[in-house]
């Protein structure tokens, strides 16, 4: 993925202008990249460059530090946090010193990528360069370990306010509300409420629906409920916010039909329904199989007063595409095109999902680049979907090509796009791959997960090579991922698959990382198997790579005993007229052949 040079790192970073940004009135104009990516980099806040700017140096307002505090800030509202970081290291090496607000927008970059690990370190930095964390600093600390779900150290954060003579805001408990909610611990969450109360802090609607979500979220609408009531018992009217968590709660459970007998109430309360009621009905409806009333929903929109948007349609689409209706597909079209609703990524990538998880990868890159030739730009979501795809069908090799195609659309790739190409090489047998694979994710600064480990210790262990699974085990303590249970699991059941019963007796046993005793290991095996003249045939596929979902096998089910000819279109997509407007995405352009399942 290419490398910036040093000289294309600071034209995009100064923007051609001496104040560090291109800067023209109040617009901040972002970093642009054309068919590059910048490489993340860890932030050292343990040493600096002296600095050279000498409005930094006698402590004055800084424009470069405050025009690039302001860019950073446009790239956390665009969701691009390696930007930020490229912004923030820029700024050390030419000799600035950060303000509180560039430190804490570089805290939302870190949040946003989930690099919690550097996050402990700033509060050390930002003290050491003379400055008084204030409380929106203190909430960002606090959000950001609530994210990651390390409640300890948000509480501990919480009672150095304090110490810093830094008063919590209702934001700050807000936060801490929510952190326990993630945790799944609402009953933590309810006493942060009374600690409010008895510091005088008054909570408003944010905190009660925090609270809401948090029952919901552990399937305890009753208790979600009882907090609504005390809402209101303290003077703070519950809104569209409240009565929807409400009511994705019933849809959760399979209880559409009470989150639609919401609206009733809703209006009761002069609160009207809007966009993301519908959208949680239309959706539940959906799940359920019941396309009937989801479709039936979709009219009574209108009453409701409330336009269709493309949640609403997706979800329908996705629904008939479930249900392997392709009439009913046809008429959410067709009301797209009625309600003057053009399609988006997530339309084009619902109906890739479909192809791909029947197998008909030759149909689902169709798709993928209609939605290019509709000026629309894959997600990560989209191109997710085309390397599952491929494999599913066994081909690593293409699985692997999406990654130059992320390159070329300026999409970098996550944790689970490379785990799901490596189980392809996995699959595939061939592990050498699968490792230079991971190699390159770690070197493009995408931490591996859980995840990633277990499927390569997977891969290692159907390959017949343990002692590279056992490997792994240490691998994981220098990444700071622990061996879970199962994982300990695969790699003693890779000893074992080989004979080696001792072996994955001293795995479970917890003393599997003598390297001695594993060499030696690896070359008995390696001397049985040549006395033995043994084969080592490739491994099978994974099961969830062979085996088709209930949905895709009811496709295909449905498919081979249809009597009538089903096309599915999906492409061609007339977008573009003299005012640009939606036409139709005509979906049945291309026959469905039978699978060969």
Known sequence: MGDLSSEERRSITLGKHQNGATVSSSKVTEPHIEGKQIHSFSVSFTSRNELSCSVCSSNNSCQTVRSRTKLMNVLIGKRKPREVHFIFKALIEEGHRPTLVTYTTLLAALTLQKHFKSISSLLVKVEQDGLKPDSIFFNALINAFSESGNMIEAMKLFHKMKEKECKPTTSTFNTLIKGFGIIGNPEESLKLLDIMLERDVKPNDRTYNILVRAWCNEGDIKEAWNIVYRMISSGVKPDAVTYNTIARAYAEKGETSRAEAMISMMQNEKVEPNERTCGIIVNGYCKEGNMTDALRFLYRMKDLGVHPN???????????????????????????????????????????????????????????????????????????????????????????????????SGVYPNVVIFTTIISGWCSAGKMEYAN????????????????????????????????????????MEKKGIRPQRKTVQLVADAWRAIGFLSKAKRIVNGSGDDKHEMYRDRKLHDQKEKQNGSYLGSPVILPMDNRHNGTTSMVIKTLKSSSSRRFITVGNSVLLSNVCRFRAIRVWQMQLAPCAC
């Open 436 to 475: 230079k694979l991971f190699d390159k994710m770690c070197e493009m600064d995408v931490p591996p997960n859980l995840k990633t480990f277990e499927t390569l210790i997977w891969g290692y262990g159907e390959a017949k090579q343990p002692w590279k699974a056992e490997e792994f085990l240490a691998v």
């Open 310 to 408: 493309l949640v609403v349609f997706n979800s329908l689409i996705k629904g008939f595409l479930d249900s392997t209706d392709p009439d009913g597909v046809d008429e959410t079209l067709s009301l797209m095109e009625e309600f003057g609703v053009k399609p988006d990524v997530v339309t084009f990538s619902t109906i890739m999902n479909a192809w791909s998880s029947a197998g008909l990868m030759d149909k689902c890159q169709e798709i993928f680049d209609d939605m290019a030739k509709a000026a629309i730009e894959p997600d990560i979501h989209a191109f997710s979907i085309l390397a599952k795809g491929y494999v599913r069908s066994r081909e690593p090799e293409k699985a692997e090509g999406v990654l130059k195609l992320m390159h070329k």
